[in-house]
Structure formats: C-alpha cells, structure tokens
C-alpha cells in the first residue's frame, strides 16, 4: 500500500529555515503532480506549494512565495519544501500530498485544491516562535 512519510519539521526562530521531506514508498509518483498543504490551529487546510510530474511547473500561494521552495526527486520519489525567513504565522502542521490521476503529460499544472490529492501524509509539525 502506498505511503507518504513527511520529516524535517521542527522548532525555529522567526527568520530561520527549514527543510521538509516527503518520501513516497509502495508506489512511485514520478508522474504525478505532488503538493504541500498546512493547518494551522483552528483554521481550515490551505494549499502551500504544489508541483508537477515533471517538476516544470510549481505554484505557491502568495504568503510564502519568495520564501519557499518546493523540488522533486523522481529517482528517490521525493519532494521537498525548503522554507526560509520563516514566520510565526508559518506555524502549522505539514501534508506531503500526491494526486494519484493519470495525465496525458508530466507538464499538467499541479491541482491547487485538496480534494485533487488521494494520498495523504500524517504531517509534520512546523513551530516558529517570535
């Protein structure tokens, strides 16, 4: 059965960095559009970063571009988030997601909702104190 195992999460200060990993295993997801989601307390789960099968096309939402990175490694069925100047507001817990669907192209644009994504990590923490 297929998985997706989130680290790298962690405590830091305002303005430091950090570095997610999602390994995927039982499966490979190589051609398919993965993404970052988070949840901070008592909000809803929002779209971070998303990227496609290729690793072509990446989307961010507007509160983190500039400061994150999503990439991919298709040979080690992995993506990453590379987080810098990070925020209180950063603060939150964050899903590896991957969209199972079968696309014509690894250079489809990555779906930016979460309903697209059918396999789902257990999350990480990720604490920026002030």
């Known amino acids: 059965q297929a998985q997706l195992v989130e680290s790298g999460g962690g405590l830091v200060q305002a303005g430091g960095s950090l570095r997610l990993s999602c390994a995927a295993s039982?499966?490979?997801?190589?051609?398919?559009?993965m993404a970052w989601f988070r949840q901070a307390p008592g909000k809803e789960r929002e779209s971070v970063a998303a990227?496609?099968?290729?690793?072509?096309?990446?989307y961010y939402a507007d509160s983190v571009k500039g400061r994150f990175t999503i990439s991919r490694d298709n040979a080690r069925n992995t993506v990453d988030l590379q987080m810098n100047s990070l925020k209180p507001e950063d603060t939150a817990v964050y899903y590896c997601?991957?969209?199972?669907?079968?696309?014509?192209?690894?250079?489809?644009?990555?779906?930016?909702?979460?309903?697209?994504?059918?396999?789902w990590g257990q999350g990480t923490q990720v604490t920026v104190s002030s």
């Open positions: 990227i496609s099968g290729s690793g072509g096309i990446t």
């Open positions: 039982g499966r490979t997801f190589s051609r398919n559009p």
């Open positions: 997601a991957a969209d199972s669907r079968i696309y014509s192209t690894t250079n489809y644009p990555p779906p930016l909702v979460q309903r697209a994504y059918n396999y």
